[in-house]
């Protein structure tokens, strides 16, 4: 019997997969096998466990035939074909291993290794080469050929990328990393430049590879297979010696990754191709920037203070929880139970998400507790409970293949969520049609192969203005899927909602000049949208972060309820996560008021189980939002907070408020690997662990629960969990979880959607989408395919309310703000790493109108001045922005970019609105005020920090 290889393996079976239902029989070898027809006679050939030599091919490119080496027989066929490039046909026999083929591939490969620098000892891909393994296949022992004559081997190395080198010496022209720069990515960085013997590969768009258009993610040194292109840390560290399954700490996308490792240290991070939200690709944060986990800034051990003007005192774990505990019981005793809450962090594993939460409704006694997706995407997970039912996406990534329209709006996937946007960018090139709705043009405007056939750059604030718009054009030409909606939705909300959109006050032609965007571009999208076929909405934080942000993520929910485009692949309404583990945060309970898996503590049965299983008595109020913390904070009765994994002094908006909040409480307990901005105010430190330090899950933006495991033991003595753990039981609140498992286990017999995750069953099936439950053991990746969660659609009302923050004469200019590729969020991980090498700062990007009427040029410092404050940063000058638009990225704390932004919010959620800031730019010269006085504070604390004593607790404890 013949035993197939398994093709989820990491086995290259040479050229990619083909979907066919016609299965095509051949021999090879004499041997039978089916596949599917479209199938390479290679990839045929290697199901069998049959190797065929390769050097162009790889089973994630379409098949090149370029090298030569992968020649057959094929019976009734002339001369000996490319296996890589022939595809199977019923009853062909082929013959892969004959005395001609064994010469023929001999003298390929000996003509290769003529111009190919023999230093395989030393050669940082020694044992991880497929030339050297070719080499070996074909059975070469000596080269005729010298090495007198013209030859590539001094070619001069290209350094110039941070993470990997290009050594043109060692290029057998394979064009791989051409390729997979377009297939995989999508950038079209690479050509092969010149002829024949001239060929050589190169970097368009500068002279070198930093300076050009590649954007560092790495496919092109995955695919490379010599050591032409490869990485700086194995050149450095060797080649790794085994590897651990894990998931990528940086954006939702959820990337699976291969953790190779040498000892205990991490030599290299490679996407792995099983991983089912990212195929085998990755960007250059998750592949390349994981330096900071073991940078020299790392805390690792737990620190202690009475005032935050005192140095830090190093202690054990012990002595800090049990000081934490014992203030958290004095401020409770002197300022009541309400007192004190925590913060968990979207950056962090379920696991330790859930525990934070509990341990505040449990240990705490309040409902206190809030997370940094109060500050992202609350919005959606109102939004969507509201119209489907259910506060999640509802499609898989994978689903955009599906796809004849996307709408992207308030949302920059090439920078934000990359991986996500490449596989876009495929489907773009296949023929999907785009639509952008985002006041900057962004990438996706205009990419290689592929460009938005609508770019509505509307006014920032003005996303239910052009919903509502989109909405009437298709309500009042018929464009609706009335079958859908009658089967579907609650009839008497479509009534009422389609009577309001239909209005006149909700016509393009009404709403268009209060957007900037022409009448007729909003009709043309919105019938594309409409009747194009399959129709997904993917949007970002330009939706939620308004003070509208809930109204409009219903308005999209009504879109795709209306056009029918809901409930099964190619449509549907997918939120973009920005950090790692927004949507587990959720999922978690670490909104105020509700339970895990969304459910509200008002709700007695709910309380009831929670209350049983963590054998306490649960308070049934909601508890305070982050805003609400703050307040209370500087009205004098919120005193305490356990902060996990956050920095809401940067991430926050309007700094001056929070860090005046801060000041104010008396025992602020931070647990992170860096002493970030929050941590300045803190009055305990308890070192965090990094991703590759602990065991957990994340759930990604498609809510797929993946495994985090750890590769190394953490630097702080504790993982996340086991510090919460720690203080838990210091709090008189018993926690006796040793593993992870253990609290996903709790999870799960707590949470209706997750009743069947497990660590075994994520094990076996490589990730899960919830719900995962007894009517859907494997997960869901589809949701509302029969009918919505809530049973019917609810068409929600979107009247659309200006925003407050309005321009005048003293604030002309609307600030709106963003992310850029190299850095993530806070940027207190990536500004540790070599992606400064890209944007070491943020800048203030400015329409050249704007600039010239301001006497502004490009690189010169500017104030940014706003009702909330002030800063100062440099200009950059670019059409990116529409006139009276501004916009900067948040990376770096002395940019002080949440100085300048209000705290108004969004009216269910709080939100802040962040993306509308009036504000006026004028030149100057000095740094603003703030960060003057940042700069002090900041320099003082480090050198609290680096003036840390020991054994002084005594002192700290009276
Ligand atoms: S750099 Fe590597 S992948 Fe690219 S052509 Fe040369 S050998 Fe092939
Ligand atoms: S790193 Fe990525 S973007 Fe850069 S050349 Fe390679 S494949 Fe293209
Ligand atoms: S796309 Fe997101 S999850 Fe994937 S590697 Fe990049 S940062 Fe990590
Ligand atoms: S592997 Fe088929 S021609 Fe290179």
Redesign the pocket.
């Known amino acids: 019997m013949i035993t197939l290889f398994d093709p989820k393996t990491d086995i290259d079976l040479g050229t990619p997969a083909r979907d066919s239902q016609v299965q095509v029989t051949l021999n090879i070898d004499g041997r039978s096998i089916s596949v599917p027809e479209g199938t390479s006679v290679m990839r045929a050939a290697a199901l069998l466990g049959t190797t065929i030599p390769k050097l162009c091919a790889t089973d994630s490119l379409e098949a090149f035939g370029s090298c030569r080496m992968c020649l057959v027989e094929i019976d009734g066929m002339r001369g000996y074909p490319a296996s890589c490039t022939t595809p199977v046909t019923e009853g062909m026999t082929v013959h892969t291993q004959t005395p001609k083929l064994a010469t023929l591939r001999r003298n390929v490969m000996e003509l290769y290794i003529s111009d190919h620098p023999l230093d395989c000892l030393t050669c940082s891909a020694n044992g991880n080469c497929e030339l050297q393994t070719v080499a070996g296949q074909v059975g070469l022992r000596e080269v005729r050929y010298g090495y007198e004559g013209e030859n590539h081997l001094e070619d001069v190395k290209d350094t110039s990328n941070p993470y990997f080198d290009y050594d043109p010496s060692k290029c057998i022209v394979c064009n791989r990393?051409v390729r997979?720069?377009e297939e995989?990515?999508g950038?079209f960085?690479?050509t092969i430049t010149g002829r024949g013997f001239e060929s050589r590969v190169a970097?368009a768009g500068g002279d070198n590879?930093l300076d050009s258009e590649?954007?560092?993610?790495?496919?092109?040194?995955q695919a490379c297979p010599t050591a032409t292109l490869m990485e700086k840390s194995v050149v450095e560290l060797g080649q790794p010696e085994r590897s651990v399954i894990t998931t990528c700490a940086y954006c939702g996308v959820g990337c699976s990754f291969r953790a190779e490792m040498k000892g205990d240290q991490l030599v290299r991070m490679v996407p792995d191709k099983n991983g089912q939200a990212n195929h085998g690709h990755s960007c250059v944060k998750g592949r390349f920037a994981w330096g900071y986990a073991t940078h020299p800034d790392r805390i690792t051990k737990p620190m202690i203070r009475k005032h935050i003007s005192d140095p830090w005192q190093e202690v054990s774990w012990d002595e800090a929880v049990t000081y934490a505990a014992s203030e958290f019981r004095r401020l409770q005793q002197k300022y009541g139970r309400d007192s004190i809450g925590g913060i968990t962090s979207s950056r962090c594993t379920n696991e330790e998400t859930y525990l934070v939460q509990k341990l505040v409704r449990a240990a705490f006694g309040n409902n206190n507790v809030d997370t940094c997706a109060r500050v992202c995407h609350s919005p959606t997970g109102y939004g969507l409970k509201q119209t489907l039912g259910e506060s999640a996406g509802t499609q898989s990534f994978d689903s955009v293949m599906q796809a004849d329209v996307i709408l992207v709006m308030g949302a920059n996937p090439s920078d934000a969520h990359p991986v996500f946007a490449s596989q876009l960018k495929r489907r773009l090139r296949e023929g999907a049609r785009l639509i952008v709705i985002d006041p900057r043009r962004i990438d996706l405007v205009d990419t290689v192969h592929a460009r938005a056939e609508y770019h509505l750059a509307l006014r920032p604030g003005t996303n239910v203005a052009m919903l509502n718009a989109l909405a009437h054009v298709i309500i009042t030409e018929g464009l609706q899927n009335q079958a859908f909606i009658d089967a579907r939705c609650e009839g008497s909300d479509f009534a009422t909602w389609s009577e309001f959109v239909s209005r006149a006050e909700n016509s393009p032609e009404a709403l268009g000049p209060i957007c900037g965007v022409p009448a007729a571009d909003i009709r043309a999208a919105a019938r594309l949208y409409a009747t194009g076929g399959n129709a997904a909405i993917y949007y970002g934080l330009g939706v939620t972060e308004h003070s509208q942000g809930s109204t409009s993520v219903m308005g999209i929910a009504n879109l795709a309820m209306a056009t029918g485009n809901i409930g099964r692949e190619g449509v549907g309404v997918n939120p973009l996560r920005g950090q790692n583990n927004v949507q587990g945060s959720c999922d978690m309970g670490s909104f105020p008021h509700e339970l895990p898996g969304y459910r509200h503590i008002s709700n007695e049965v709910v309380r009831a189980q929670f209350e049983q299983a963590w054998n306490v008595t649960l308070q049934p109020d909601p508890g305070l939002r982050i805003p609400n913390m703050f307040e209370s904070a500087l009205a004098g009765s919120f005193k305490g907070l356990y902060c996990q994994g956050e920095d809401i002094a940067q991430s926050d908006p309007n700094t001056q408020h929070v860090t005046a909040a801060l000041s104010a409480m008396e025992c602020v307990v931070v647990q992170d690997i860096f002493l970030n901005e929050t941590a300045k105010f803190a009055h305990v430190f308890l070192p965090g662990s990094s991703f590759l330090e602990k065991d957990g899950t994340f759930t990604n933006a498609e809510r797929r629960i993946s495994r985090v495991r750890k590769v190394m033991d953490p630097l702080g003595g504790k993982a996340d969990w086991e510090g919460t753990v720690a203080l838990a039981n210091a709090l008189g609140y018993p926690m006796n979880y040793t593993h992870p498992s253990q609290i996903m286990d709790e999870i799960a017999s707590l949470t209706p959607t997750f009743t069947n995750v497990s660590y075994a069953a994520l094990d076996s099936h490589g990730s899960l989408q919830w719900p995962c439950n007894a009517e859907a053991p494997d997960g869901t990746p589809t949701m509302h395919i029969e009918e919505f969660v809530r049973g019917k659609g609810r068409f929600m009302l979107t009247g659309y309310v200006p925003t407050e923050e309005k321009v005048n004469s003293r604030y002309p200019l609307l600030l709106t703000t963003g992310r850029i590729l190299s850095q993530y969020n806070v940027g207190a991980q990536t500004r540790r790493t070599d992606n400064v090498a890209w944007h070491d700062e943020d800048r203030l990007e400015i329409h050249p109108t704007d600039a010239e009427s301001r006497g502004i040029n490009e690189g010169d410092w500017v104030g940014i001045g706003s009702r909330a404050g002030q800063t100062v940063l440099r200009a950059r000058i670019t059409e990116r922005v529409a006139p009276g638009v501004v916009y900067t990225t948040f990376h770096f704390p002395e940019s002080g970019a949440n100085v300048i932004t209000t705290d108004n919010s969004d009216w269910a959620t709080n939100c802040p609105e962040y993306k509308v800031t009036a504000v006026e730019v004028s030149r100057v010269y000095h740094p603003s005020e703030w960060q003057k006085r940042f700069q002090e504070f900041s320099d003082e604390q480090h050198r609290l920090l680096k003036d840390r004593g020991r054994g002084a607790k005594a002192e700290v404890r009276r």
């Open positions: 990393c997979a720069c995989t990515q950038t960085a690479l970097a590879f590649c954007v560092s993610c790495g496919a092109c040194v």
